[in-house]
């Protein structure tokens, strides 16, 4: 199995920047897609951004776009997801999840946003967004 690991969460007033990472290890992490998804309390999780095995094509939530930039290093086995002018409703716990079923490009620009199309999860980041 791939195990994955969130970094990088804390507390910033709104306006601020955090940088989330998610290490990966188990597998060759290039034949995976990867996501970033959030759940606040109270609320289901939701699709915030994806990238593909190569880092050829990116997805994002139209609550993110222009705010979130999401990116991977498949030298380090790291995905990475910097947020910037943070908003309080950004406040949810974080995770990145990764997707064998999505490793064709045709596959990938369907299924991106689908949480069941994700085989492994890491344990969540929790952000804060202070107003």
């Known amino acids: 199995q791939v195990q994955l690991v969130e970094s990088g969460g804390g507390l910033v007033q709104a306006g601020g920047s955090l940088r989330l990472s998610c290490a990966a290890s188990g597998r060759t992490f290039s034949n995976y897609a990867m996501g970033w998804f959030r759940q606040a309390p109270g609320k289901e999780r939701e699709f915030v951004a994806a990238?593909?095995?190569?880092?050829?094509?990116?997805y994002y939530a139209d609550s993110v776009k222009d705010r979130f930039a999401i990116s991977r290093d498949n030298a380090k086995t790291t995905m990475y997801l910097q947020l910037n002018s943070l908003k309080p409703e950004d406040t949810a716990v974080y995770y990145c999840a990764a997707s064998a079923s999505l490793y064709y490009s045709g596959a990938f620009k369907v299924g991106y946003p689908q949480t069941r199309r994700y085989n492994y999860w890491g344990q969540g980041t929790q952000v804060t967004v202070s107003s």
């Open positions: 990238i593909s095995r190569n880092g050829d094509s990116t």
